[in-house]
Nanobody, 115 residues
Framework: QVQLVESGGGLVQAGGSLRLSCAAS????????MGWYRQAPGKQRELVAT???????NYADSAKGRFTISRDIAKNTVSLQMNSLKPEDTAVYYC?????????WGQGTLVTVSS
């Protein structure tokens, strides 16, 4: 089964940028959805941005205009460029991949945005 490893989290000031990366342990062939979710303290996990069937993208309203999801199929990676970060973006960010046969999550990477 595919394993996902996230990287790129850290501490940044409000208005700054971070780039998260999610590396799959093997080919993402057969995965029809892959993207990013986040969970802030005391809140439910929520969608940030994801690729869906056919290569389309879906963004949360809070991410539109500030975050950009991209992928490198040859390297089995999905990245999230986050600009104009706000304190409310502080959360653990998780990568998720879904195929016909499985759903897998990464271990998460912490993003902290200071005001």
């Amino acid at each position: 089964q595919v394993q996902l490893v996230e990287s790129g989290g850290g501490l940044v000031q409000a208005g700054g940028s971070l780039r998260l990366s999610c590396a799959a342990s093997e080919s993402t062939f057969g995965i029809y959805a892959m993207g990013w979710y986040r969970q802030a303290p005391g809140k439910q996990r929520e969608l940030v941005a994801t690729f869906t069937r056919g290569g389309n993208t879906n963004y949360a309203d809070s991410a539109k205009g500030r975050f950009t999801i991209s992928r490198d199929i040859a390297k089995n990676t999905v990245s999230l460029q986050m600009n104009s970060l706000k304190p409310e973006d502080t959360a653990v960010y998780y990568c998720r991949a879904v195929s016909v046969n499985f759903e897998v999550w990464g271990q998460g990477t912490l993003v902290t945005v200071s005001s």
